[in-house]
């Protein structure tokens, strides 16, 4: 096969700066692999006239149509991210009959279907391993090399500004405003965070990764989402003291007797779960399926490199499939439609920090309140430390249903001898 296929590349920022370079650097090897040289035509940039290295000067254009109406270009690669112009680039591309390899988690996580819809229209590939962990495979994998499981549970560490966070405050004690700032300061924190800091980020990641494990159409509204504002340097202390890591996590979960649970929030892993020494902005999934048993992708989540590794290989994949007439070989594999579990009704364990007054029949009352709402306790922990007549308290429940916890938040609320409800978090432990 003598044919060249040339790509039309959409963005030279981070990741497309990647994309040049590991074609550049490894072209011998991806023409082996491929049967034929992968080579770019076009780049769509903003300012056409600023000097790029790497980059040929005649490839440059401010110009979407110049890569559309290129009848040589066969693969759009889209690495702008954000929803607009990138969505419409992408639906223009398919109707074009060109193929589309993307990074953009926004637009697959809200637009997933509809992307598909118009690849299979037009015969075309959609590829978007790099939406999700960065250099880490998990989407192919989940396309293909998993599918002989049914995957009952998966779940990550998505998002490398709040792994990052969560890391310094567990190492060094430090509080969520100072290490804010740190991420900022090197570049892994956003001027605005509320993306990452929130659960945003991840919930987007969650809702591909939980659409593709359980085959069934999972929307971002679908993911119940809580950030990481709330931890505190005292909540890491106790989960520490009780064998636990504080980590945010996107979960998905298909329990046979609810439907589809999906969410993200920060959780209280045991330090023996493999998750638990994931550290700094690096991100991993864990993965349960009833044949594989357990298995964990680990690596970068982020950066020019790695992200442009995964792209470049849905470039490859793609390629051969231009070559081989193999083009829409795999494409939506939301072929399911389970039901969703509503979040009142997802269980866990939970970790309930509570200031109370220092006082007799104090730790009864809040017994009897856990109780009424039919909620056991598995441990309590009365610290040492006491401020102003006042104790602190740290329960972990068993096993119960998020409306009981949220019943049983209500109640504590109204009884005299708690002062403040400082935290609530999930614990994942063997119960779950």
Not at 171 to 182: I, P, S
Not at 335 to 340: A, F, M, R, T, V
Request: glycine share 8%; charged share 25%.
């Amino acid at each position: 096969m003598d044919k060249t296929v040339y790509i039309g590349l959409l963005g030279a920022g981070t990741v497309g700066s990647g994309v040049i370079e590991v074609l550049n650097k490894n072209a011998s090897e991806i023409e082996a692999r491929v049967g034929a040289p992968v080579k770019i035509k076009k780049v769509l940039v903003r300012d056409a006239k600023k000097v790029r290295d790497g980059l040929d000067k005649a490839t440059v254009t401010d110009s979407f149509d110049d890569i559309l109406n290129d009848k040589d270009i066969s693969i759009v690669v889209e690495v702008m991210g954000g929803m607009n112009p990138a969505k419409d680039y992408m639906l223009r591309a398919f109707n074009a009959g060109k193929c589309v390899v993307t990074a953009n988690k926004d637009v697959i996580a809200a637009c997933g279907k509809e992307l598909f819809d118009a690849a299979k229209k037009n015969s075309a590939d959609l590829h978007f391993e790099a939406s999700v962990g960065g250099g880490i495979p998990i989407i192919t994998p989940l396309k293909q090399s998993l599918t002989a499981n049914k995957i009952t549970e998966i779940m990550g560490i998505v998002n490398g500004t709040t792994n990052y966070m969560l890391t310094k405050m567990t190492e060094v004690g430090a509080d969520y405003d100072a290490v804010l700032k740190e991420a900022q300061e090197k570049g892994y924190a956003e001027a605005n965070p509320s993306a990452d800091v929130d659960g945003l980020d991840a919930a987007r990641k969650a809702a591909i990764l939980a659409s593709l494990a359980f085959n069934t159409r999972i929307s971002l509204d679908d993911v119940a989402v809580e950030g990481i504002t709330k931890i505190t340097p005292e909540d890491i202390a106790f989960a520490r003291e009780l064998g636990y890591v504080i980590k945010l996590l996107a979960v998905g979960k298909d329990i046979p007797s609810k439907g589809i649970d999906v969410r993200v929030h920060p959780v209280l892993l045991p330090a023996s779960h493999p998750l638990s020494a994931v550290n700094g902005v690096f991100n991993a999934i864990f993965v349960r399926g009833n044949a594989i048993g357990e298995a964990m992708f680990y690596g970068p989540g982020a950066g020019s490199l790695p992200t442009a590794s995964a792209v470049v290989a849905d470039i490859i994949d793609t390629a051969r499939d231009i070559l081989y007439g193999a083009v829409g070989r795999i494409g939506c594999t939301c072929y399911n439609e389970k039901p969703l579990c509503p979040v009142e009704e997802t269980e866990s364990s939970y970790y309930v920090r509570l200031l109370v007054k220092d006082e007799p029949g104090a730790l009864g009352n809040i017994a009897t309140a856990f109780g009424k709402n039919g909620v056991s306790l598995k441990s309590v922990v009365q610290t040492t430390k006491a401020v102003k007549h006042k104790a602190e308290i740290v329960v972990i429940t068993h096993l119960v249903k998020h409306k009981n916890i949220l019943g049983t938040m209500e109640l504590l609320n109204t009884l005299p001898v708690v002062d403040t409800i400082k935290n609530v978090i999930r614990v994942e432990n063997e119960e779950c």
